[in-house]
């Protein structure tokens, strides 16, 4: 398999976290040059965008979600989803949480745009960020889907803190605490360290 990745995106991050989770032989490339508007690879992902994975059949899976659902169904032997019901649905939850509420105000505040639209940007992130706060409890010691999503999000709500001089993360004690935890993972780690290295890479060609 392999899979189309840019190191820095907190949707492909997360099913590298995953694929090393399942401990998958994936090769991991970049997007070809003149992505997203080559025409070969639109073929590839209509969207234009990544992570898509490519199966060794040439069959091809988008949208980091609903490959992070594919290699949970494919290789259920190193489980990323718990066993009960009510636990699978509160892993879902959260990353619909991660999806719909964090990711779109640090997408927009990531862009070009007025003072008037970033305060409203911030605000929805911090309150996504508060509500993050409620929703976190007693997430267990086994890694899950929601860690794989969660964990690159994060990151991405730290470096746009940092970037407009809040602490975004660190107000939150229990958002904080499971950040703290979970970024220990060894799997969960080492693609943070991809992630700080290719937004390293991406402010030195700025």
Do not use: N
């Not at 060894?186 to 402010?203: C, D, F, P």
């Amino acid at each position: 398999m392999q899979l189309i990745s840019l190191p820095v995106s907190p949707f492909a991050a997360r099913v590298r976290i995953a694929i090393r989770a399942k401990d998958l032989a994936v090769e991991i490339v970049p997007p070809p040059p003149g992505w997203p508007h080559d025409r070969g690879f639109r073929d590839i992902s209509p969207t234009g965008r990544v992570p898509v994975l490519i199966l060794d059949d040439g069959e091809v899976v988008g949208e980091s979600a609903v490959i992070l659902e594919f290699l949970e169904e494919m290789f259920p032997e190193r489980p990323l989803l718990p066993s009960h019901p009510l636990d699978r649905a509160r892993v879902r939850t959260l990353i619909r949480h991660a999806d719909l509420y964090l990711m779109p105000p640090m997408a927009g505040l990531a862009g070009p745009y007025e003072d008037r639209e970033g305060r409203k940007l911030v605000g929805q992130l911090v309150d996504a960020l508060e509500v993050l706060e409620g929703l976190l409890g007693d997430e267990g010691e086994d890694l899950t889907l929601a860690d794989c999503a969660l964990a690159p999000v994060l990151f991405a709500a730290e470096v746009t803190g940092r970037r407009l001089g809040l602490d975004l993360v660190g107000s939150l004690p229990t958002v904080a605490a499971y950040q703290a935890r979970i970024g220990e993972d060894e799997r969960v780690a080492a693609v943070l360290t991809e992630m700080s290295e290719g937004l390293r890479t991406l402010v030195q060609a700025t």
